[in-house]
């Protein structure tokens, strides 16, 4: 191999090596927008047509890690403790049309503050903000939802 | 008590809709596709004869003809068939007792089942026998420990000439190994309920599992044994005076047909089918998470599918067709029955969950504090699905057969030429 025809390669490997990490950037723009004003009702959206299109890994990478802020409601039966707790995403609307309550996990001091705000009653509706750790979706598994490192915001007793 | 029958209209909908089958017969798409893997109920009871033992029974492959021959049903060879039991109510299993069968055929050359009359189940006429070994697992450290092996299934009540005098011959398949009790093979199916709902919304109150027999499982065991720390609690309030209990059914994940021999399985095992209370996969899952549901863990139960208890369907169903008055789902949603799958603090979850406290005796043994086998669980279902105050029911009450007082309770099943 000449000088030259070793320089032509190098130039084109550097080259091909530019524009693979110009669509890595890219694609990872794309995949990460900014969720942080999402609802559940934008994810269910997203869950659904994943269903249809078999774009799970693609959902769960939009959504996994974002810092959401979301209202939801605490069933005192199925939140009684900072180690056991899942929200409703979705009011009662005869029949749920999603099975998932998401799990929460809370930043220090977020859980005692819940129970003061909600305490007992049946059922609190509260605004949580929380990074999505964890999204299952695919073909085989049911969805589910968890939140690490969530802060309560309020709460409104119903 | 007032049961307000459903109408006929309103029987057919409200179950159609629900999904065609029994308790947990063929009620996902997938499973559906796979009979003898597919598990139909749990029941689970202290023991009539003996208050320090408890009674598990699994049963699978739903609605078996008894006139089935000439292959006439059996355990899947390439499945483990699964009675799961969290005994700290975390919804995680404790204990596993494993069923693996094998299957053996005599002569070859004749289609037949048996070649002659049977009188026991060492005759040389019985020509296709299958038996299993039963394992128990312990779940926190994977240690396994095999209680039986080449142990008999019962042979299926083939019919008069084959069998004339069935039952003594099913009973000797019965083993006892050190205080557990074990016994596999087909039985009359104990499950009774409606199931006309497919002939164009047919009459409610027909008692349309009548005659019919299923595979049954049933073990009867030391409650130390499955007891946290091996003692029995003496607490019956105390969340490890209840354990919970489901049955599972898996295959290996890879099978290969070969066009010139028996096909070949590879892979871990998949689970397949599961089933704790009776009805829940059927009335409150949904279409599209059946499968899901089937191959998914009880302990995630909450998080998955528990929108789908706060919020369930049947209600309105129940209003949409027969005009049952159930009152409209609270905006708290319905946290009673998130509370019926929790007693005694444990983890909400789809598990039949039973107290085992001292004191506690076959009596006390009704759904949802375990199940009896007489137990009428559809209409405790739809009454407490409804929640009008008053009760609701298919009309059909109690079971074609007897049960019986000892092991392994379940009534014989029905002959293929009675």
Not at chain 1, 84 to 93: E, I, R
Not at chain 2, 80 to 100: C, F, K, L, M, S
Not at chain 2, 212 to 221: G, H, K, Q, W
Request: proline share 6%.
């Amino acid at each position: 191999m000449t000088t030259r025809t070793m320089i032509l390669v190098v130039l084109a490997v550097a080259a091909c090596g530019r524009n693979d990490q110009r669509k890595v950037i890219a694609r990872d723009v794309a995949v990460r927008p900014d969720l942080s004003h999402a609802t559940q009702a934008d994810l269910a959206v997203e869950v659904d047509q994943a269903e249809r299109r078999g774009t799970w890994r693609e959902v769960r990478k939009r959504w996994e890690g974002q810092r959401l802020h979301w209202t939801v409601t605490r069933h005192a039966s199925l939140c009684a403790s900072a180690s056991a707790c899942n929200v409703a995403a979705f009011p009662v609307k005869r029949p749920a049309q999603y099975g998932w309550l998401p799990g929460l996990t809370f930043a220090p001091g977020e859980y005692a503050k819940l129970d003061a705000w909600c305490g007992n009653t049946p059922s609190c509706e509260i605004e949580i903000e929380g990074t999505l750790s964890r999204l299952e979706l695919s073909g085989e598994l049911p969805t589910s939802v968890h939140f690490d490192r969530v802060r309560v915001l309020g709460a409104h007793k119903s | 008590m007032n049961k307000k029958l459903l109408s006929a209209a309103g029987l057919s909908i409200i179950a159609g809709a629900i999904t065609a089958t029994a308790s947990s017969h063929r009620e996902a798409p997938m499973i559906g596709e796979d009979q003898f893997a597919d598990n139909t109920d749990v029941y689970a009871f202290i023991s009539p004869g003996d208050s320090n033992k408890l009674v598990l029974v699994a049963d699978y492959v739903p609605l078996l003809l008894p006139q089935s021959g000439p292959n006439f049903y059996r355990f899947a060879e390439d499945a483990q068939y699964d009675i799961n039991i969290d005994n700290d109510g975390d919804a995680v299993p404790d204990w596993t007792y494993r069923y693996e069968f094998e299957t053996a055929v005599k002569n070859g050359n004749t289609f037949l089942y048996n070649v002659g009359a049977v009188d026991s189940l060492d005759s040389p006429n019985l020509n296709v026998t299958q038996t299993y070994s039963l394992w128990k697992i312990n779940r926190k450290d994977g240690s396994r420990q095999r209680i039986m092996s080449g142990a008999p299934v019962a042979p299926w009540n083939v019919g008069k000439r084959s069998f004339p005098n069935y039952e003594p011959v099913a009973l000797q398949a019965i083993r006892d190994a050190n205080g557990t009790k074990s016994f596999a093979g087909p039985r009359d199916e104990p499950f009774f309920v409606d199931l006309h709902v497919f002939d164009l919304l047919g009459v409610g109150g027909a008692p349309t599992t009548d005659g019919v027999n299923v595979m049954s499982l049933v073990l009867e065991v030391p409650i130390t044994e499955i007891a946290k720390g091996g003692t029995r609690p003496t607490s019956s309030t105390d969340m490890t005076s209840v354990v919970g209990i489901n049955a599972s059914a898996s295959r290996p994940q890879i099978r290969i047909l070969r066009k010139g021999r028996d096909a070949d399985d590879y892979g871990k095992m998949i689970q397949v089918s599961r089933l704790g209370w009776p009805l829940i996969n059927e009335v409150i899952v949904p279409l599209k998470d059946k499968d899901k549901y089937n191959r998914s863990e009880p302990k995630n139960d909450v998080e998955n599918f528990g929108a789908y208890i706060l919020d369930p369907e049947v209600p309105k169903l129940l209003n949409l067709v027969l005009g049952a008055g159930c009152p409209a789902t609270p905006a708290g949603g319905r946290t009673d029955i998130v509370g019926l799958l929790a007693p005694n603090g444990t983890k909400p979850a789809d598990l039949l969950r039973i107290n085992i406290a001292q004191g506690q005796t076959n009596a006390q043994s009704h759904f949802p504090n375990g199940r009896a086998l007489a137990d009428d669980v559809t209409d405790t279902l739809l009454t407490v699905a409804c929640n009008n105050g008053g009760a609701i029911g298919d009309g059909v009450n109690a079971n074609d057969k007897a049960f019986t007082t000892s092991f392994p309770y379940l009534a014989s099943p029905h002959s293929g030429n009675p």
